[in-house]
């Protein structure tokens, strides 16, 4: 069973950075692909990102590449999102989630999920 725990939410401009934070618990959490879904009053949770056990292959969606970075850290059992250039768009819960089988752009693939954090980006 793997627990996990999102931080570094907050109000920032349009053009502003924030880096988030996902703590995980678990001895599986080096071999998990990891990701991060986002989800907007009245719109369904989107995939935002997601990176494998290694950090060696990162998959985004499109409206963010070149803007955001997912990273690892396992000897600290943490994933991070760094959002840079945000836009008002970018405003959202975001949550950290592990893959267990499947599509890695899919939320139905994933079984673990945490609590989310708010990414507020004013104009």
């Known amino acids: 069973q793997v627990q996990l725990v999102e931080s570094g939410g907050g109000l920032v401009q349009a053009g502003g950075a924030l880096r988030l934070s996902c703590a995980a618990s678990?001895?599986?959490?080096?071999?998990?692909?990891m990701g991060w879904f986002r989800q907007a009053p009245g719109r369904e949770r989107e995939f935002v990102a997601a990176?494998?056990?290694?950090?060696?292959?990162?998959y985004y969606k499109d409206s963010v590449k070149g803007r955001f970075t997912i990273s690892r850290d396992n000897a600290k059992n943490t994933v991070y999102l760094q959002m840079n250039s945000l836009k008002p768009e970018d405003t959202a819960v975001y949550y950290c989630?592990?893959?267990?089988?499947?599509?890695?752009?899919?939320?139905?693939?994933?079984?673990?999920w945490g609590q989310g954090t708010q990414v507020t980006v004013s104009s």
């Open positions: 989630a592990a893959h267990y089988s499947g599509s890695y752009y899919s939320m139905q693939s994933y079984g673990y």
């Open positions: 678990g001895r599986t959490f080096s071999s998990s692909v």
């Open positions: 990176i494998s056990w290694s950090g060696g292959r990162t």
